[in-house]
């Protein structure tokens, strides 16, 4: 893998914090790099930055307050540092625009989700503006906002950072969605679907391949639904289908998976790939949302309680060992008991691995938004307790059957909260920590599952390479 090429300590440094999902994440990414390019130097923190950029969240309200909040921690430092470049980022900046900078006075930059990847540009804009100039005094520096629509932006998430070593990789397929669901924001945020040239993308993974990288994440919207008005379908094989073909016959790719599909666009063609195509992940994120009918069709998700059961044995006949996770809502407007019972009894027969359990959350702009018979939010938050209890004693149920087997996993690197682990994947998804070594990292480890806590797993190695390891020390106890 490629080392990470030390940085001009003299350079200017820009420090980007996301909020929200996997493509704010994987934007992120793409923006430090542009100004990588342009010789910007990344920031190990805020205290360091001359440029702090919030990429930010809009799905829920808490998304949107902690990045305002965050904006409001940073009016001291701007005070002290007038110098100091401050702009929002992403999905609420495309929602509330202009108005962010009547609220926010130190901020200098609002540009929205189709104008990423001109942050340097419009950052350099504004560093130039306030640099002394031969006229003795430098001039008011602008304060910009863009949110506007910018044919082919969904091609411009393509850059990496250079010379990181990373084994794992997400990879930008298509940008919007067409759905609109009743309680979804992106088609506000991020417009309608728009698809990425497959050759694009294939040479992308083909790039990361080459760097070292082993694992990539596809990610989209609704990313099943990919190149669905662009492409046309072969031999009954969706667009999406021909590019997961694609990406799991390049050469160096061990493992493929995909965020976030649609119950609708889960065809027998993607089930078979999952079943056939050996680099795809044996882990199927596939939203719900509620297990109500009547909730459903208020939602508009267009499918029924019973098409997602038949769905998910149809996925589960074809891939007895698969990881199924989810995305739920409790509380959505007109959301009554029986309504919620129907969502414990889905979760109850379906037996996730894992669920995304959310309140909801109303959000400008969508239909659900307007209706009058919400749900106050003591109800809403004893239903969320409820439905995690649940979910909670179902994921430690099934982790438990895991322990004392053996499992392979995909080394990333040291864990988040402890120095001497490491922190790695199954093919299912499955959190895993081992002690550290550094010859581990970025490769297939086999290990065996000694302890779990329901979402992390405790594990030791088993024969790398000729040579048994020797067994970890017993883990500290849970929760540590």
Same mark, same amino acid.
């Given at each position: /893998? ?20 996997? /493509? ?61 470049? %401050?702009?929002?980022?992403?999905? /609420? ?66 850059? =990496?950072? @250079? ?17 609109? #669901? ?15 040239? /497959? ?17 990539? &994440? ?20 969706? *667009? ?7 990406? #799991? ?12 599909? =649609? ?8 089930? +078979? ?22 909730? %459903? ?11 997602? %059961? ?9 891939? @007895?060992?698969? &990881? ?21 009894? %889905? ?14 959350? @109303? ?8 209706? +009058? ?97 020797? *067994? ?9």
């Amino acid at each position: /893998m490629n080392e990470r090429r030390p940085q001009d300590p003299t350079a200017p440094a820009v420090f980007v914090k996301t909020y929200g999902c996997q /493509m704010n994440v994987r934007d992120s990414e793409a923006v430090l790099s542009r100004f990588v390019a342009r010789g910007y130097r990344i920031a190990r923190s805020e205290e360091e930055a001359d440029v702090i950029l919030l990429n930010t969240c809009s799905v829920r309200d808490m998304a949107e307050d902690k990045a305002c909040g965050k904006m409001d921690s940073l009016r001291a430092r701007k005070r002290e540092n007038p110098g100091l470049v %401050l702009g929002f980022l992403g999905c /609420m900046a495309q929602r509330r625009g202009g108005e962010l900078l009547q609220e926010f006075p130190e901020v200098d930059l609002v540009l929205g989700t189709q104008k990423l990847h001109e942050a340097p540009d419009r950052v350099e804009r504004i560093r130039a503006a306030r640099a002394p100039s031969s006229a003795s005094s430098p001039e008011e520096p602008p304060r910009i906002v863009d949110i506007g629509a910018e044919a082919g932006s969904q091609n411009q998430v393509r850059d =990496h950072l @250079p010379f990181t070593r990373k084994a794992s990789a997400f990879v930008s397929i298509m940008q919007g969605c067409n759905m609109r #669901c009743a309680f979804c924001i992106v088609p506000v945020t991020r417009g309608p679907e728009r698809a990425r040239p /497959m050759e694009e993308i294939e040479k992308e993974v083909r790039s990361l391949a080459e760097q070292g990288v082993r694992e990539v &994440t596809l990610l989209g919207q609704i990313v099943n639904l990919y190149g669905r008005r662009e492409l046309p379908s072969r031999q009954g094989r969706s *667009p999406f289908v021909q590019l997961l073909e694609r990406v #799991c016959s390049i050469p160096g790719i061990a493992r493929v998976r995909f965020t976030s599909p =649609h119950p609708i666009g889960f065809r027998e063609d993607l089930i +078979a790939a999952l079943r056939d195509l050996p680099p795809l992940c044996e882990h199927v994120h596939l939203p719900a949302q509620s297990g109500s009918d009547r909730i %459903l069709r208020a939602m508009g998700r267009g499918y029924t309680r019973s098409r997602y %059961l038949e769905l998910v044995d149809r996925i589960r006949s074809a891939l @007895p060992e698969a &990881t199924l996770t989810t995305d739920l809502i409790v509380g959505f407007p007109g959301e009554e008991e029986e309504d919620f019972a129907q969502t414990r009894k %889905l979760v109850e027969s379906v037996q996730f691995d894992q669920a995304f359990i959310f309140r909801y959350s @109303p959000r400008p702009g969508t239909s659900a938004a307007a209706r +009058a018979d919400s749900i106050g939010e003591e109800e809403k938050l004893r239903r969320n307790h409820d439905l995690l209890a649940l979910q909670d004693e179902i994921a430690l149920r099934k982790a438990k059957q895991i322990v004392n087997r053996e499992v392979e996993i995909l080394v990333e690197g040291e864990s988040r909260k402890s120095a001497h682990r490491f922190q790695g994947r199954t093919r299912g998804n499955h959190l895993v920590l081992v002690r550290a070594e550094e010859r581990w990292r970025g490769e297939l480890l086999p290990v065996r599952i000694v302890e779990t806590t329901g979402f992390t797993f405790y594990a030791e190695p088993v024969l790398v390479g000729e040579h048994e390891e020797a *067994p970890l020390p017993t883990p500290p106890p849970l929760g540590r």
